[in-house]
């Protein structure tokens, strides 16, 4: 199984709303990181939070994780159309810049 | 502009034959890594290299060979000895040694009929 699994696996917002998805993982990390993808395209690295950071904002993005309960969740505030895209977290074992991908959360906002 | 390139975008194959994926980056960056994506699926790391000369296997890597013979360059076969080789292979790059973001590249979608 995945080292990290993202919870819900698909979200629908009205434009406007807020964004919230959960990662969770099994073993100590290094760092998560949250990544989206557009469809059919390369994945964009959001934000990067270490072990020992509990919440990193950027713009729109508020990032937290719980290193007890080995969770993490992105937040997207005021979500826009063209947030419209898959997110995933990744988790970093400090093992050779390896990341290991959860699933994806696929969010879908609507105008 | 810098970046990471993939190219084809799509390719087309039948059964039975090898095929090469090809990723270039202009960053410097000595860590490079492919990956397989199936849909509605996550990434699963194929091969990954830190250095040239050198490359590891990841959680997929039967049927599949990759060379890092250049900085800038690691292209990944699939070989006829994968089973189910139709997915969307995504490279990327990284710094090498501490903790950094991966960047991706476009992404190539290989159809094997």
């Known amino acids: 199984s995945q080292q990290g699994e993202e919870d819900p696996q698909a979200l629908s917002i009205q434009e406007g709303e807020n964004a919230t998805m959960n990662c969770s993982y099994k073993t100590s990390i290094n760092n998560l990181q949250w990544y989206r993808q557009n469809s059919g395209r390369g994945l964009v690295h959001l934000i990067l939070i270490r072990s020992n950071e509990r919440e990193k904002h950027s713009g729109r993005l508020r990032v937290t994780l719980d290193t007890s309960k080995k969770s993490s969740s992105l937040l997207i505030t005021a979500s826009r159309a063209a947030d419209t895209a898959s997110y995933f977290c990744a988790t970093d074992l400090g093992a050779g810049n390896k990341l290991t991908f959860g699933g994806g959360t696929r969010v879908l906002v609507k105008p | 502009d810098g970046g990471i390139t993939q190219s084809p975008k799509y390719l087309f194959r039948k059964e039975g034959q090898n095929v090469t994926l090809s990723c270039e980056q202009n960053l410097n960056h000595d860590a490079m890594y492919w990956y397989r994506q199936d849909p509605g699926q996550g990434l699963r790391l194929i091969y990954y290299s830190q250095i040239v000369n050198d490359f590891q296997k990841g959680d997929i890597a039967e049927g599949y060979s990759v060379s890092r013979e250049k900085k800038e360059s690691f292209p990944l076969t699939v070989t006829s000895a994968q089973k189910n080789p139709t997915a969307f292979y995504l490279c990327?790059?990284?710094?090498?040694?501490?903790?950094?973001?991966?960047?991706f590249g476009p992404g190539t979608r290989l159809t094997v009929t």
């Open positions: 990327a790059s990284s710094p090498r040694g501490q903790t950094y973001e991966q960047y």
